[in-house]
Each structure stands twice: as structure tokens, then as C-alpha cells.
């Protein structure tokens, strides 16, 4: 803004002309955004400089140029510099009597501006030349920007009038046009009440002075009222239509936030089963580790087993050399009875104190044999319970199963009742909406097309919501197959804990025959205890290494147990959390639901109110038609009076512009 009198200063000395002073004046104390040149009589050289300064000018949105008396030339100059201004908004071009070339060059303005939003034209020429100002409406016809136009005083004919119809019936952003006090007359006022029908954005529209009948003004005059009750329905729509699109975004970024929520369980879920699959695999690769340890010692008992069939061999051989030894004794005995019966007797006793201690030795073995029997019987009980144990897990997996199956019935039960009661309170919605449209008047057809198309616009929004709750459910679906998935994996490792199990009681089946040969070893023992004594001893060293050995595989058996029995545990936590989930994810929904039952509500009570709004608008109708037609007598009055004065301030304007000094004319009585 500091640089406009400089800039304007150079482009007059590059004219070869001198910047005026007042136009000086005025840039300097021009404020932010507004130029007033008002009744300043700007030369041809100014105005070429001010069309120049204007083309490139980014901070001007106001120009007031009423009165100064502008030339074609003039005008044209300043005009073609305002066609490449981005930002003007408001212009006003009072009294400077536009001609042909004015109005050609307010056309190319109207065709090649994109921000100009309001044109005074008041005191102007444009209708006397029909063809230029045709190509002016012809402008205004494709102009999608202005807002208000201001063509008070310009001679206006009914052809004229006639050219802004056809301009008015395509243009779709102008809200405001005044042309009193022009000669419009009848056939021009009916051009513009056949124009207005098709035009749903002009609501003022000025009539005044131009020899209008009332009925056409009427007929102005409730086409403005329809297109003033069409514009404010229309922004309670967008109002409405706004709100309702907030909502809808809300509850978008919720269910997104649920979305991303499920997606952080699922993967949590993946690692806690990849977690248990690693653990899983660490265990049964240490189960995989004492199931050969296992097989080792089976392997070295069975190799002490056939040591002690080999030692059992080689007592026999030594008791048939024994026989053979006790033959020739007794014939020696035979022949020399009487020299060793003293020495026989003494063996004799030696030989029942040595059967004495043999039957206890047996005894003891005896004794050792029932307490391995009665372990091994605790044994076998102990499997038989943990047998119990996994038969009611598996009881326990196909419960909760089956519970999960009954309440996701129940949900999707639940879900196609409300979806029912939401399809049944739309049809009653369409009725009633039916049996209002029927009662409704004809002029008010075209509201309830625009309120029909906004009841499409909510049925689709209500489309849209029902959609997303299919979403919803098929991702409740997606995670139930997921959770029955999951299932069926633990019911796996419980098979293969099951086969686990099995090769334990087989290994266990293994250890009982091996106790009932060594019972059969015992058996065969008690034949030659005599001559097995030292041997004996040895083999209850062997049976308490064995007993050691079998404490420590019960040991290892409870140890397992107690690791199963925190697996099984474990799975019945994850499943209870599961549930838990689901059971989150249900209530969800129902929250989803809630809100959609509301919006419905919201929507009933929407319906309502614009039905209140007709009827008071109906009744204000009424109400003015009364006050319109007690003011059609002072209007017919008052009419007779405003063409005189018309005349009188048509017949001053031209002796204004025709320079001739102004008469005293008196109006005709």
C-alpha cells in the first residue's frame, strides 16, 4: 500500500503525463485494501496508470470509482487492468456513464475475474445499447463469482430484461439484483418471473419504478420468499449433513482404534503361541533326552541280566561237579564210616546252620520282592490317576467349546433381532413420511425434494453403518475361528501328551517283566542257594541300585506331573482370557449398536422439527399474504407518484450527461 503513489507516479512520467494530486492524495491515505476515487475526475492517462498499478496489485479487494466521469477509453483501460486482479472483490462504478464500450468491457471483467463478488452499476447507460449490454448478460450468463449487482438508473428496456432472463436462468451464483428505475415494464417483468423458476440462488430481486403490474410483482416476489426458504433449508441440511458427517468420522476413527486394539491381541496371541510352541519343543526335547536315558538303563539292566543268566550257568556246572564231588565222598565215607562219623555229624551241623541262614537270607529277598511289587502297584496307580486327570481336561476343552459355540449363537441371535427392529422403525419412518408428503402443498413440491434426497442421503449413511456392522461381525466371526483354532492346537499337544504317556506306560509295562524274570531268577536262586550265597549278597546290591533307580524315576514321573498339570492350567488361563475378549468385542458392538439407535432417534427428531418449521413457515405465508393484500391500495397510490418522480430523475440525468444546464421541469400533474 506505501508503494502505490510512487508506482503510479512512474507510470504517468513513463507515459509522458503528470500523476494528478488528488489521486495522490487519495493512494496515500488509501487504507488496507480499499481505494476511494469517488467524484474524482481521473484523465485517460490515469487511468491507463491505474489499470497498469491495478493488474499487478495483491491487496486490493475494495475500488470505489462512483462519479468521476470516465471516459470509454478511460474505462476500458481501467477495466482490462482489474480482468487480471486475483483478489478484487467489490467494485463500484456510480454515475460515470457507461456506454457500448463500457458495458463489452464489463463483460470481459465478468468472464475473466474469478474473485469479484459485488458490481454497482447505479446511473449508467448500459440499455440503451441493446447489443452491448446483451453480451454484458451473456457474460453474467457464465460468471459463477458475483454475488450482488447493483443496475439501478440505466435505461433498461424490456428487451434488456429479457437478456438478464436468459442470463439469470443459467448464472448459479448470483443472490442479489436491484434494476429499480429502469423500463422494464410488463413484458420485461414477465421474462424475469419465467426465469425464476429455473434459478434457485437469486433471493432479492428489486423491481421498484419500472411499470411493473403488481401481480407480476407478486409473483417476484414469492419466487424470492421460495428461493430464501429453499437457501435456508439447504444450510440446516449442510448444518445437519456436517454434524452427521463428524459423527460418522468419529465413530470410523473408533472402530478403527477397536480394529488396531484386536489386531495388538491377535499378535499378542501369535507370540504367546509361538512363546508356547518354543517352550513346548524345549520340553519335549528334554522329555526326548530322559526317554533315552531311559532306554540306556534298560539297556545296562538288561546287560547285568544276562551277567547274572551267565553266572547262574556256570553255579549249575559247578553244582553238577559238586554232585560228582558228594558220589565219591560217599564212598570214601562208605569205606571209612567209622573213621569220619564224628567229622560227619560236625558237618551235619555246620550244614544246618548254614540252611538256617539261607531260609533268612530268602526271607529277606522275599520281603524286598513284595515291597518292589507294592511300588510298582503305586506306580500304575499313579498313571491311572494322571489318565483321569487328562480325561477331564479333555471334558473341561469340550465344555468351554461347546459354551463359546452357545453364546456366539446368542450374539448372532441378538444381532439379527435388533437388525429387525431397525428395519421395521424405517419402514413406520417411511410411511409416516409418505402420509406427509401427501398432504403437503404444491408449492412446496420442491422442499420435499430436497428433503427426500437428504432421507436418501441418511438411508445411505444408515446403509453404511449396517455395513460396518456386518465388518464387525464377520471380524467376530474371523476371531471365534481363530479361538476354535487355537483350540484345536491345544487338543493336539494333549493327544501328543496322550502318546507320551503311552510310551511311559509301555517303558513301565517293560519294567514289570523285567521284575517278574528277576522274580524268576529269584525262583531259580532259591534251587541252588546253597552254592550261591556270595552271589545272592551281590544281586541285593544290583536290587537296591534298581530301587534307587526306581525312586528316581518316580521322581521324574511326579515332576512331569506337576509340569502337566501347570500346562493344562496354563491353557485353561489362556482360554478363560480369550472369553474375556470375546466377551469385550460383544460389548463393543452393543455400544455400536446404541449409537446407531441414537442417530436414529437424532434423525426422528430432526424429521419433527423441519415438520414444525413447515407449518409456522405456512402460517407466516398467510400472514403476509393479509398484510400484502391490505398493502396493495397504498401501493396502487404510491405508484402513480414514483413514475412521476422516475420521469423527472430520468429527464435530470440526461440533461447531466448531455452537459446542458438543468431546467426547471415540473412533473406532469
Known sequence: MEDWPRSYSRLCRESGAEPQEAVLQQLHAAPRGRLDLATQSLTLDTCRALGELLQKEAQLTELVLSDCMLSEEGATLLLQGLCANPVLRFLDLKGNNLQAAGAEALGRLLRQSTSLQSLTLEWNNLGTWEDAFAAFCRALAGNGVLRRLDLRNNQISHQGAEELALALKSNTSL???DLRWNNIGLLGGRA????????RTLWKLELAGNNV????LRAVEQAMDHNQDRQAASRESRARTHVLSKEVRHLREEKSKQFLDLMETIDKQREEMARSSRTSAARMGQLQEALDERHSIISALKAKLQMTEAALALSEQKAQDLGELLVTAEQEQRNQ?????KEHRLAQQEAAERESKLLRDLSAANEKSLLLRNQVDELERKVKSQQDQLFLTRQELTNTSAELKMRALQAEERLELEKRRSRQSLEDAEQLRAKEVEHMTRHLEESERAMQDRVQ???????SLEEELSRAKALALSERSQA???????????????QHLAHLEEKLRLLAQARDEAQSTCLQQRQVVAESQARASQLGLQLEGLRRRLEELQQELSGKDQEKVAEVTRVRVELQEQLGRL???????????EKVAALERRLKVMASDHR????????EHASLREKLRLKEAEIARIRDEEAQRASFLQNAVLAYVQGSPLRTLSPPK
Do not use: F, H, I
Open 484 to 498: 476354535e483354532e487355537e483350540l484345536v492346537k491345544a487338543k493336539s499337544q494333549v493327544r501328543l501328551e496322550e
Open 192 to 199: 424475469l418471473v419465467s426465469c425464476l423458476p429455473s434459478n
Open 175 to 177: 443472490q442479489q439484483l
Open 457 to 463: 442421503r441418511l438411508e445411505a449413511a444408515r446403509l
Open 583 to 593: 466377551q469385550a468385542e460383544l460389548t463393543a458392538q452393543e455400544a455400536l449398536k
Open 213 to 216: 403490474p403488481s401481480d407480476v
Open 612 to 619: 414444525e418449521a413447515l407449518l409456522d413457515r405456512e402460517s
Open 337 to 341: 564210616a567209622q573213621r569220619q562219623a
